[in-house]
């Protein structure tokens, strides 16, 4: 089966622009994450999609960063606009229903924001 | 707020010698905890995982340790081998939740 992919891998822009991050997860999982790392740190929890309903948001750093998961598929992680704290490298994750484990990573996005 | 961490940051080793990477984590409600690595350029991989109803679980060369009383895991991996240098995660989970929290990774170094 396919695993998480990201798109894209990588991003470079500059302070103020808008980025939009996607994340296609397993087909069939109705779990959705988002994570972010910042160099040297740790891996962040950003917020949770089930389906397409946002569970926990909490993560979120403000509200320059909007999630999205149209028709409980694929996500996107929009970015605007775009500070220099922001660059580091965003991780999308998925699992089945009922949790337990089973969660896939994708490669993650390196945003550079400079 | 609550989080996990670790121990050391950077491990290095002889490739043939046995690694241990240490975590510690607060949260008492955690009841699910899962070993990641992460390779340059690539996303946390799993290694294994431990349910609080267990001390110990093995896998192929590596050795997941769960000691509840000091809230703290371990993982051993057996004779290191250079594909085994990555950065490793430990996250837990609290009863209930489904989103897992990481620590800041310890960084494996393997010498050849």
Redesign the interface.
Known sequence: EAGVTQFPSHSVIEKGQTVTLRCDPISGHDNLYWYRRVMGKEIKFLLHFVKESKQDESGMPNNRFLAERTGGTYSTLKVQPAELEDSGVYFCASSPLGGGGGYTFGSGTRLTVV | GE??GLHL?TLSVQEGDNSIINCAYSNSASD?F?W?KQES??????II?IRSNMDKRQGQRVTVLLNKTVKHLSLQIAATQPGDSAVY?CAD?PGG?????????TSLIVHP
Do not use: A, E, H, N
Not at chain 2, 41 to 46: H, L
Not at chain 2, 97 to 105: A, D, K, Q, V
């Open positions: 989080s996990v940051p699910y899962i990641y350029g690539k996303g946390p991989q799993f995982d995660f989970l939740s489904y989103i897992p929290t990481f620590g800041r990774g």
